[in-house]
């Protein structure tokens, strides 16, 4: 079992930036695509940024590409998110997941709790 742990999220204005964090309960983390994915009310969750566990491979969002960076620290199980320049369409629940596989599916193995990103115009 897998435990994800996000933080980071609160209120920004547009144009601002924030960074996500998602810490790992497992020392297998590093064997593990990780992922974020996002909810916005009334909408589906979709898929933002993923990367391979070895760190070299990523994948974007068209929507967020050149905002948002994806990185993790293997030596410290943690995944994170940074995101500039904040859009109001950018406000949703953020997601952490672990899979086994990269790119990350629709469906990963396990999911973090969630953490509110709100961006005011």
């Known amino acids: 079992q897998v435990q994800l742990v996000e933080s980071g999220g609160g209120s920004v204005q547009a144009g601002g930036s924030l960074r996500l964090s998602c810490a790992a309960s497992?020392?297998?983390?590093?064997?593990?695509?990780m992922g974020w994915f996002r909810q916005a009310p009334g909408k589906e969750r979709e898929s933002v940024a993923a990367i391979s566990w070895s760190g070299d491979n990523t994948y974007y969002a068209d929507s967020v590409k050149g905002r948002f960076t994806i990185s993790r620290n293997n030596a410290k199980n943690t995944v994170y998110l940074q995101m500039n320049t904040l859009r109001p369409e950018d406000t949703a629940v953020y997601y952490c997941a672990a899979d086994r596989g990269f790119p990350i599916t629709t469906t990963p193995h396990y999911w973090g709790q969630g953490t509110q990103v709100t961006v005011s115009s």
């Open positions: 497992r020392r297998t983390f590093s064997t593990y695509a």
